[in-house]
Structures are given as C-alpha cells and as structure tokens.
C-alpha cells in the first residue's frame, strides 16, 4: 500500500494492496493515517483493485458507503441467497476516489468497484473487468474426496450480475506507457522576445509549476490520468 504525493496541505492517495490475499479493511486506517490532522484535508484517493477474499471486499466497501447493500446473491436454492449491507462506519466520508481496474480485476476486486460505482461513491477507471461473479461451495465426499460446485451468484446493489459480465468503467483508460515528447528549443515565448513587457505580479511568489504536478507517475499511464482527475476536481471545488 503506497502513497501519492500532492501539495503541502493537500494531498492525493494511491492505495494499493502488496498483494492479492491482503486487502483487508482493518489495515486501511493505518494506511491512511486518517487519524492525523494532515489527513483530514486530503484530495482524494485512487485505488487499484486487484483480487481479495469476500470478506475483505465487503469490510473495505463499508468504509466508504454509508449506507445500503454491498452486494448480494442469488442462487437456485434458498439458502444460496444472502446480503451484504454498509454498517454506517464510513471512515473517508466526502473525499473523491476513483477506482482503477483491468482484465485481472476479479472476483471480491469487482464486488468492491460495483458496489462504489452503483453507490455513486467513486469514479471507476480502467478497462473492462474479468467478469468472476460466482460463488463456489466445496462438498466433502470422503475424508479425502471433495467437489467444488457453482452455487450462487454475485451481483451489485443495483442488481447488474457480474458473472461473465464484469465491470464495465465509467471512464475507460488503456493501459499504456506514456513516452514524453521531446520540446522544441527553437519555439519561442513571450517571455522570450527582447523588450517584452513583464507582467505587474511578476515579482511575486509563482505557484507550484503545472508541468511537475503533470509528471506522469512512474510511467502508469491510467495512474496519471486518475492522479489528473483528481487534481481538477480539487480544483474546481476550490473555485470561488
């Protein structure tokens, strides 16, 4: 789990699980440090989803939803049936965040990119996810003999099944690598021709320069634009 910089005040979060098997909810306070004044102006986050036991999807989605289902199931018999609701124990309440998701986004990774899509909680990005909406139930047979069966399936709060289907972005970003292009030392600026006028403020504090936040991070392609999304959001919020 990592961390994106931003401005001294303000900042911008890009969260990201070490591996599959460790996205668990009760880790992402720490993480976060939502305790520390510092963190209480945070911009935004950016999640990238990757595979997770139920268990965690659910408990992290709780963090950002208030209120409603998760997700639920459906399956041929009665018992099959079941739900997943938010507890109201919202930790980052307010605070824009987007989700970034691939083909390899499966399973418990999409319960939790549907359930903040549906929730209009976070602003999903990628491409189209793997599509693994079933729930499995091993039977045991003999002391050493057991068969898996497909028993139910799983789908988001507003009912869309993600078996086969998957979850489809609300902004759709190829991963790519983003090679810089190279600038043109013989093009010149305002600033540039002799006897130019100087701007009245000129002799003030410049604000940070646009091109270091526009820094493409670590040559993540979809990371940068969701980094950008994030910044403009900040931005316009701040508009007077």
Same mark, same amino acid.
């Given at each position: 789990?990592?961390?994106?910089?931003?401005?001294?005040?303000?900042?911008?979060?890009?969260?990201?699980?070490?591996?599959?098997?460790?996205?668990?909810?009760?880790?992402? $306070?720490?993480?976060?440090?939502?305790? /520390?004044?510092?963190?209480?102006?945070?911009?935004?986050?950016?999640?990238?989803?990757?595979?997770?036991?139920?268990?965690?999807?659910?408990?992290?989605? !709780?963090?950002?939803?208030?209120?409603?289902?998760?997700?639920?199931?459906?399956?041929?018999?009665?018992?099959?049936?079941?739900?997943?609701?938010?507890?109201?124990?919202?930790?980052? $309440?307010?605070?824009?965040?987007?989700?970034?998701?691939?083909?390899?986004?499966?399973?418990?990774?999409?319960?939790?990119?549907?359930?903040?899509?549906?929730?209009?909680?976070?602003?999903?990005?990628?491409?189209?996810?793997?599509?693994?909406?079933?729930?499995?139930?091993?039977?045991?047979?003999?002391? !050493?003999?057991?068969?898996?069966?497909?028993?139910?399936?799983?789908?988001?709060?507003?009912?869309?099944?993600?078996?086969?289907?998957?979850?489809? @972005?609300?902004?759709?970003?190829?991963?790519?690598?983003?090679?810089?292009?190279?600038?043109?030392?013989?093009?010149?600026?305002? /600033?540039?021709? @002799?006897?130019?006028?100087?701007?009245?403020?000129?002799?003030?504090?410049? @604000?940070?320069?646009?091109?270091?936040?526009?820094?493409?991070?670590?040559? $993540?392609?979809?990371?940068?634009?969701?980094?950008?999304?994030?910044?403009?959001?900040?931005?316009?919020?701040?508009?007077?």
């Amino acid at each position: 789990m990592g961390t994106g910089g931003a401005s001294s005040n303000r900042r911008l979060e890009y969260l990201v699980p070490v591996d599959g098997r460790s996205l668990f909810a009760d880790r992402l $306070d720490e993480g976060l440090e939502l305790g /520390r004044p510092e963190r209480a102006h945070a911009r935004g986050v950016v999640g990238r989803q990757q595979d997770a036991v139920l268990q965690a999807a659910v408990a992290l989605s !709780d963090l950002f939803i208030k209120e409603g289902i998760i997700v639920y199931t459906e399956g041929r018999l009665e018992n099959a049936a079941a739900t997943f609701r938010a507890t109201e124990s919202v930790v980052i $309440d307010g605070v824009p965040i987007i989700v970034l998701v691939n083909e390899g986004s499966a399973s418990a990774s999409e319960i939790v990119a549907g359930a903040l899509q549906d929730h209009q909680r976070a602003l999903v990005m990628g491409t189209r996810t793997f599509g693994k909406g079933s729930v499995q139930t091993i039977l045991q047979l003999t002391s !050493d003999k057991a068969i898996k069966l497909t028993t139910a399936l799983y789908f988001t709060p507003n009912g869309r099944s993600i078996q086969a289907e998957g979850i489809i @972005p609300d902004l759709w970003v190829d991963r790519s690598t983003v090679t810089k292009t190279k600038s043109n030392p013989f093009r010149l600026q305002e /600033r540039d021709l @002799p006897g130019h006028l100087n701007a009245p403020n000129s002799d003030t504090e410049q @604000p940070e320069s646009a091109q270091a936040q526009a820094e493409v991070v670590g040559n $993540d392609y979809q990371l940068n634009q969701a980094l950008t999304i994030l910044k403009g959001l900040h931005i316009l919020a701040e508009a007077p």
